[in-house]
């Protein structure tokens, strides 16, 4: 059941996460926020989220070095989606590196965003 899955979404923008927010309480998914690189690993252990959709830009700690953090721990390890205004091969090759499990491009696509949600929840 989608009430069950709970996605955590990292953005420092406001705007972005009301619009994440909304999409995603509409699928019926549960939501919560964290606004920088410093809470994230936090919020992990605190929220368990199924799902992590994460910027590449944050203030703070950048979105690849909270990727490379969350996969390296057992207990934060879940599926990470990097968004990006970028298209560049580089920096889609940096967040595979640091273990990123897919790639939204902003602005998003509900569609896309539905698709690739479901595809790591399983609903």
């Known amino acids: 059941m ?4 709970k996605i955590l979404i990292v953005d420092d ?6 619009t994440y ?3 995603l309480d509409r699928m019926g998914y549960q939501v919560v926020v964290a606004r920088n690189g410093s809470e994230v690993l936090a919020m992990i252990e605190e929220e368990k989220p199924d799902l992590v959709l994460l910027d590449v830009l944050l203030p703070g700690l950048s979105g690849s070095e909270v990727c490379r953090k969350i996969k390296e721990t057992s207990e934060t390890d879940v599926p990470v989606v990097a968004i990006t205004a970028s298209v560049s091969a580089a920096t889609r ?3 595979a590196e640091v273990g990123a499990d897919d790639f939204l491009l902003k602005p998003i ?6 698709r690739v949600v479901k595809k790591f929840l399983g609903v």
């Open 93 to 95: 090759e940096k967040m």
């Open 21 to 23: 927010r909304v999409v």
């Open 109 to 114: 696509d509900v569609s896309v965003l539905n």
């Open 13 to 18: 923008n406001d705007d972005i996460i009301t």
């Open 2 to 5: 989608r009430e069950d899955k």
